[in-house]
């Protein structure tokens, strides 16, 4: 069994910063790529951003340079620190991880329930 549990959404002003953070847990032989998707009211999942297992990192058009994708493979943990935070940014952020269990011989990938980010003044 695996958990993926986001944290850090909230309300915050246009301008500011959050991080939000997934840790990953339960039977975890390995982890491949992890990354940030979000779903705005009335549109469909989209990519923020994905890393590597090797810290290799893509972000979707929209948040580059403002939004930083970080993980740390000793603690299974990715974190995204999003400044200069938009209304256009408001959405419920998800995150995914493409993880190896110890009974498994192959990468599946898990999603977390998501985590509220809310930019309004």
């Known amino acids: 069994q695996v958990q993926l549990v986001e944290s850090g959404g909230g309300l915050v002003q246009p301008g500011g910063s959050l991080r939000l953070s997934c840790a990953a847990s339960?039977?975890?032989?390995?982890?491949?790529?992890m990354g940030w998707y979000r779903q705005a009211p009335g549109k469909e999942r989209e990519l923020v951003a994905t890393?590597?297992?090797?810290?290799?990192?893509n972000y979707a058009d929209s948040v580059k340079g403002r939004f930083t994708i970080s993980r740390d493979n000793a603690k299974n943990m990715v974190y995204v620190q999003m400044n200069t935070l938009k209304p256009e940014d408001m959405a419920v952020y998800y995150c995914?991880?493409?993880?190896?269990?110890?009974?498994?011989?192959?990468?599946?990938?898990?999603w977390g329930k998501g985590t509220l980010v809310t930019v309004s003044s």
């Open positions: 890393i590597t297992s090797d810290f290799n990192t």
């Open positions: 339960g039977s975890i032989f390995s982890i491949g790529t």
């Open positions: 995914n991880a493409a993880i190896r269990t110890f009974t498994a011989n192959r990468l599946v990938n898990y």
